[in-house]
């Protein structure tokens, strides 16, 4: 017995409140409220369907084969939601450069969560879905929305999914991606954020300001002020990777180039060009500006980088089913 088979689409999310560590790592309960921007132009199709003739999941990613097992730990999740004991086909495309900061496993288990709980036959409202993608990565709770999306910590299962704020805004800005290094990141973030909770002096003082942070941001994007958002997410990412650096024992996620960036960013900033930069769990930098400003600044980014680092993306839309080419 074959079930039918469901592809999603869901696509990849920044943070301009970041996600930095967990109160429950098993059920990935987060420590703060963080906050996101769906990008149109990184995603993940993903192909599920159950098979009985199977002994186990079986995983392809970009036509590869791979090893199922923590995807299948995700799948048990859903089997035993669904009561259902056969295994599952899945098959995933990402267009998102895998691993290198720009959180591809937000897109991944966002269609994961759809295109499975589908095949599994069961329909699940936006947040029980946001809830399962959550249990796969915590940031992939967000992607189940398109534009501006809050994920409300909560305190345990039922209480933690994200919520859209403004799902299809019309503002026109725009998140450039500077590509700095497109290969596997030194620390996880699930390992880089629980050293952080365990040994930084500071994460007290995170928990504190991020709420604040978050507070502010959701006032700026009602006001559409970019200068306001960029700079309060600019802060934000510095903090977070501040943290990195207090833990023990230290890490940080920048090489030369992140600084280069940063450096430039700044630069066309004191020119009068409103843009702010924010980094995830990588060297990679984004940059958030207007669609306006984007060809000025690819052109200044243009002089030290190859136009392939260079990735422009807008907001974007939330999971969704596709029928597959
Ligand atoms: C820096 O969602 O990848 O991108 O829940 O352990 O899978 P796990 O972590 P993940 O962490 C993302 C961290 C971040 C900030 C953010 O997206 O909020």
Redo the contacts with the bound molecule.
């Keep these: 017995m074959i079930s039918k088979a469901f592809t999603a689409r869901a696509h990849t ?3 301009l ?4 560590g ?1 109160k429950d790592q098993q059920l ?1 309960i987060p420590m703060n409220n ?1 906050l ?1 921007l769906t990008l149109d132009h990184f995603y993940t199709d993903t192909t599920v369907y159950f098979d009985s003739s199977l002994k186990h999941d079986v995983f392809y990613l970009n036509d590869e084969e791979q090893d199922a097992s923590k995807i299948s730990r995700f799948m048990d999740l859903v089997r035993a939601q669904a009561e259902l004991k056969t295994f599952a086909h899945i098959e995933s495309v990402n267009h998102v450069p895998t691993t290198a ?1 720009l ?1 591809s ?2 897109s991944a288990y966002a269609a994961l969560a759809l295109a499975a709980s589908k095949a599994a036959g069961m329909q699940l409202a936006r947040q029980d879905l946001s809830r399962l993608a ?1 249990r ?5 709770s ?1 992607s189940v929305y398109g534009g501006f999306v809050e ?1 409300k910590r909560g305190n345990d299962d039922l209480s933690s999914f994200a919520v859209p704020i403004e799902e299809n805004t019309d503002w026109n800005i725009c998140m450039i991606a500077v590509v700095i290094d497109k290969n596997r990141k030194k620390i ?3 390992v880089g ?1 629980q050293r952080v909770v365990e040994t930084s002096p500071f994460y007290p003082a995170w928990i504190k300001s991020s709420e604040h942070d978050l507070a502010t941001i959701k006032k700026a994007i009602k006001e559409r002020n970019l200068k306001k958002v960029g700079a309060i997410a600019e802060e934000n990412a510095m903090k ?1 990777h501040a943290l990195n650096m207090s833990a023990s024992p230290h890490f940080s996620y920048f090489e030369p180039a992140t600084i280069e960036v940063l450096h430039l960013v700044e630069l066309l900033r004191s020119e009068g060009i409103c843009c702010y930069y924010t980094l ?2 990588g060297p990679n930098v984004k940059i958030l500006c207007s669609a306006e400003d984007s060809e000025q600044i690819l052109k200044r980014l243009a002089v030290k980088f190859d136009k392939k680092q260079l990735l422009v993306a807008h907001p974007g839309p939330g999971v969704e089913l596709i029928s597959k080419k």
């Design positions: 999310n920044i943070a409140i970041k996600y930095w967990k990935i963080s996101s900061g959180a496993s937000a959550r796969g990565s915590g940031s992939a967000r994920w996880s973030s699930r954020m977070m995830d769990a």
